[in-house]
């Protein structure tokens, strides 16, 4: 009798059902090395899937499986909403990053990515580095996000922090009629990569700001930042940044952070931040809406690094990057409207900005035309 090991499908458990508008579910086995992975395919409309690859020890393939579709499919807005030419897609290989890695693992891994001869365009996420992509990318050119020394764009919090940037312009024009920066009070939760370089950019502007962090040493340095403009930055406990007197709460840490504990405690007019997920839950966004503070949907405020990983298929051009992320003030402010006109969250008139542009791209991808090569194509499957 074979037993079936936590990895096994249940009876319950149908594929195609989960899949539901999935194009394409791959599952990678490679015993010589133990690789066991799930590549998601949820949208070519906009070109080809783009998405991270993740390892994590899954406790079971429906967790595994239930994380890449989730996270492929959220791959899919943000691409419409950063308006690059790729759809949605993600990777996750089942194991621990920390015992089960080795070169030959991930060049397997870069195997099965080259098997999709383009359709799949990965990188590093949680519990993959750049060590472990110069593996697989000797078995495959479609990686990207890389560093500046392979040839990629490098950080990408540059980027991404200057999309927050704007996203709090167009905020402040919606809110105040004027997109300037320094005159609101603003409660930056997390100083990493991302909330740092914001934090200096509002410091810059002449802004006064609440900041929170669980790490001494980005205390100390946003002090050392603030010395030539004493007085502007104020440190406060980490469970008390939500219940600051500002203007614009930005999260800048983990998700999850708009949920039933947060929201009454917010006493901001509006939320623009680059974590990830920041609603907790769908019905949080209505919450946020019922109390009139503006939510900025994060996967548009925190596209400018996509927009770099997307871009570098095009050559390393930092400069074009940085004009490409400048549409996020304008993505921002049309989903405000929107949001204002039809009574809609703005987290739903983001997702249903992304699901046009989707189905304009459809429909224009449908009638023959000559097959002249454009200077900068991906293949698509008709
Ligand atoms: P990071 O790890 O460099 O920074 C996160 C910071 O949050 C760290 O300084 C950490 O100490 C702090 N932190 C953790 N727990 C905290 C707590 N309880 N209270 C206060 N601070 C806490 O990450 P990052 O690259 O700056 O990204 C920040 C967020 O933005 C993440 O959610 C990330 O997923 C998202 N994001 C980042 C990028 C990017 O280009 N780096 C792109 C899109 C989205």
Redesign the pocket.
């Known amino acids: 009798m074979i037993m079936a090991d936590k990895f096994s499908m249940t009876k319950e458990f149908n594929l195609f059902d989960k899949m539901a508008k999935h194009e394409q579910v791959v599952f990678c086995n490679d015993p010589s090395t133990g690789l066991r992975a799930i590549i998601a395919i949820h949208d070519t409309t906009l070109g080809p899937a783009l998405g991270g690859c993740r390892m994590q020890p899954y406790n079971s393939l429906e967790e595994a499986l239930e994380d890449a579709l989730r996270l492929s499919k959220g791959m899919t807005y943000k691409c419409a909403a950063a308006d690059v030419d790729f759809g949605g897609g993600k990777a996750v290989i089942i194991g621990d990053p920390k015992t089960d890695k080795s070169p030959e693992l991930f060049r397997a891994f870069g195997q099965f990515v080259n098997s999709l001869g383009g359709r799949f365009y990965t990188g590093t996420d949680m519990g993959t580095t750049m060590d472990d992509f110069i593996h697989a990318m000797k078995e495959t050119n479609f990686v990207n996000g890389l560093p500046e020394v392979y040839g990629g764009g490098g950080d990408?919090?540059i980027p991404?922090a200057a999309g927050v940037l704007y996203g709090i312009k167009a905020t402040n024009q919606l809110l105040y009629g004027s997109d300037e920066l320094g005159q609101q009070t603003y409660a930056i939760?997390?100083?990493?990569?991302?909330?740092f370089k914001v934090a200096s950019g509002l410091l810059e502007a002449g802004a006064h700001i609440y900041v929170?962090?669980?790490?001494e040493e980005?205390l100390k340095a946003i002090e050392e930042v603030a010395a030539k403009t004493p007085g502007k930055v104020q440190i406060v406990a980490?469970d008390d940044i939500y219940s600051q007197e500002a203007d614009i709460f930005v999260p800048?840490?983990?998700?999850g952070i708009i949920n039933d504990t947060t929201i009454p405690k917010f006493k901001v007019k509006a939320i623009v931040g680059?974590?990830?997920n920041q609603l907790l839950d769908d019905r949080h966004g209505k919450l946020l809406r019922d109390k009139g503070i503006l939510y900025a949907p994060d996967y548009i405020v925190?596209s400018g690094?996509l927009i770099q990983v997307a871009d570098e298929l095009y050559g390393i051009n930092k400069e074009r990057v940085l004009a490409k992320t400048k549409h996020i003030y304008d993505a921002i402010l049309e989903v405000y409207q929107d949001a204002a006109s039809s009574g809609k969250t703005t987290e739903e008139s983001a997702n249903e900005m992304c699901e046009k542009r989707i189905e304009s791209r459809r429909k224009r991808n449908s009638f023959y035309s000559a097959p002249t090569k454009p200077k900068w194509s991906f293949n698509k499957i008709q």
Do not use: E, P, R
């Open positions: 990408s919090s991404t939760q997390g100083l990493g990569k991302v909330g929170t962090d669980i790490n980005s980490n800048c840490a983990f998700g680059s974590a990830n925190n690094g």
